[in-house]
Structure formats: C-alpha cells, structure tokens
C-alpha cells in the first residue's frame, strides 16, 4: 500500500529533479519511492537506497531485478555512517522516516553533508498532533489510536512534519519550502484507515496496544463505514508534510 503516494508525485513534480542525476533515498524499504527516483532520473541516472533492513532490501532487488534497472541498487547502510564516506548526491529523498530517528537534528545534518551544492532534499512526514471531526467518531478515533501508539511505541516522533522548517534551518539549509495536505473523511471519502490497521496489525499487537480480537480486522472497513454514515462528518485524521531543501 503506498499511503500518500500522490503527494510523494506531486514533491517529485515540484523538485524538478533532472536526468542523469544522482539519487540517494534514504530509508528506502522495499523501494516505493526508490522505483520513483529510477524513473525520473532516467538510465543515465545513478539511484541508490539504502536501508537496514534486510528482507525489505533483498525485496527492493528482486523487484528491480524483475524490472529490468540497471540504475538503481539497494545497499544494506547507515545514514550516518554513509555522510562520513565523501559520497555526494544531487537529489536525495526521505519518506516518513525521519520520524523514526532518534538524532533528527544530526540526520538533518547529515542530509545537508550529503548533498552536492544546489542539490534538492525531498523530505515527506505524516503528523498526527492537528485531528478534528465535526462529529464525535469514537471508532475511527480508536483505530487512529492502535496506527500512532504503535508508531510511539516503535519510537517515533508523530509531531515531526511541524518541525521540518526548524530542523533543515539548523542543519544549514536556506532554501526550504513546504507543503502541507490533510487527510480529510467525509461520509462518502474515507481515508484508508482499515488497511492501514491491517498492514499494521502484527506491528501493533507486538507493542501491546491492541489484540486481534479487539480490532477484528475482518469487519473493522465496514464498521467503520457505518459510523460515518452515521456521524455525517467532515474530518481531519492527520497531516502530511513535504519539504523541499536546496542546499546553496
């Protein structure tokens, strides 16, 4: 499931990232957004991701090997570790990762030693600290509850995306812009919260906030759907956030 996939393109589109540049993307995971990076850089482009991961990167190289890349490659490697070894790159993006690293500052930092000079940083964050509704929604509150607990849990920061401006300030960037999205339900446009709770279940019973029988994944879509009809609101669930930095 790429959850806010359409904002990740919309970055892209704005980032204006040029062919045959050289990409890094950090956190990159199965590769959602490294696959992003392959394309807009073109064969003479150069993308590399890097992730500590191991199923997730061996994941990422099958699929780039059953696409047929030969400008992208997945690296088992530290952020940190890797802004102390002289590489440098033009674009380097980050997707709902920097909520998970408990230095933001020095990954900040790090992004900033790592770029070349006019490179772009592609950042993206989801925030869950501005929620409201018209009309009380007790399940979906919940289930927002079992998704960022876990999230806390794992030690994250769910505030992040209003922090971005201040954290690229500091690690030196001049030239930051940002962008910001709700994610908005009304009774006929859920937000794909069920799913979220179904990719996460594991993740969330292994943090002891919830069991399987009290979320009951199976009917958790449909109960959801009914409260909405119900309630008739509009609401806001979280934010995203995107940032883009140059580095002068």
Known sequence: MDNGGAFTDRLFAQAHIPRGATALDVGCGSGVVT??????VGDDGDVVGIDLNAKALDLARQTADELGLTNTRF??????????????????????????LPDQAAAAKAFHTLLKPDGVL???????????????RPLADQARDWI??????EGANPGTGFHLHHLLTEAGFDDIRLLAEAIVETPDQPAPTADIVRAMLPRIEAAGIATAKEIDIDTL????????????STSVSEMMFGALARRT
Request: charged fraction near 30%; hydrophobic fraction near 45%; charge should be neutral.
């Open 122 to 136: 592609i950042l993206q964050e989801h925030d869950a600290t501005l929620q409201h509704s018209t009309s009380a």
């Open 35 to 40: 696959f992003r990076l392959s394309q807009a």
């Open 221 to 232: 879509d449909a109960r959801l759907a009914a409260e909405r009809a119900v309630a008739r």
């Open 148 to 153: 960022w607990k876990t999230v806390q849990a």
């Open 75 to 100: 690296v088992d490697r530290d952020l940190m570790d890797l802004a102390q070894e002289g590489t440098r790159f033009d674009v380097i993006t980050c997707r709902r990762v920097l909520m998970y």
